[in-house]
């Protein structure tokens, strides 16, 4: 008796948000190793059940510390993920090149050369419509051979027809990641960043209409060095031998941001920022 009335519920629910036009993402940011994939495989399914969230973004690009394997990108799927976005560790894993083509919700970034595997924007299928999530990487200091982030956006812009836009830009620099956010205000539904691993305080709604959050933070093991063992990062400051990163062990952390659109305009509102643990 009670599955049928928590399915009622959720039925009734489902019906008032639809007749309200509102669609709910959450964006997860950096997976870092074994952690983050225990974390999300253990607790996304019931984390998008309780925020009551209709679609699910995940960075996944440290799944394996430096890059992500397809395995893991399956791990990430079934956890509950429903597109992938990766960034600067994107070809550190060989075999994840085929997988790129063949799986069109995974994206690498839309700026690197087109000759390179996979795609940088995929339209997807929702309840609520299509919805268009763009992958976009960064050029200060991540020292990549990629185009100008913000020219290729204005190109998938003018051929997009969705309204709701999604954008992960994967990037170093502050000051680039809210240049971004400013220079596609209005014209996306959310803008949010990735790479450096620490969750900001500035999720907001910009002032046309579009969420924005300068990073997402990270899933990943809370006592650690952005997801890395903190004595191995310390010892690199201290001027170590240089050796593979290790993950971190121990208790871990969702971090990201959970966005609310309006399906008839594409316009946010509301941003706000997610950790659990």
Known sequence: MKNVVYYVLYITLFAERAKA???RILAVGDVVGNPGLDFLTKNL???????????VAVNGENANVVGVTPKQADTIFAAGADVITLGNHTWTRWELQPYLDEKPNIL???????????????????????LLMINLMGRFTLDSNTDNP??????????????????DFHAEAT???IAMGYYLDGRVSAVWGTHTHVQTSDA???????GYITDLGMTGAMESVLGIKPEQSIGKFLGDVPRRYESAVGAAKLEGALFELD???????KAEAVRLQ
């Open 21 to 23: 036009m509102i669609f």
């Open 45 to 55: 399914k019931g984390i998008r059940k309780g925020l009551s969230v209709d679609f």
């Open 108 to 130: 690498r970034p839309a700026n690197f050369a087109p000759q390179c595997p996979g795609r940088g924007w995929e339209s997807c299928r929702t309840p609520f419509g299509p």
């Open 150 to 167: 913000f020219l290729v956006a204005d190109s998938i812009l003018e051929r997009s027809e969705e309204k709701m836009i999604l954008v």
């Open 175 to 177: 000051s680039e990641k």
């Open 204 to 210: 907001r709604i910009m002032p046309r209409g579009t």
């Open 263 to 269: 399906t008839e305009t594409g316009a946010c509102l």
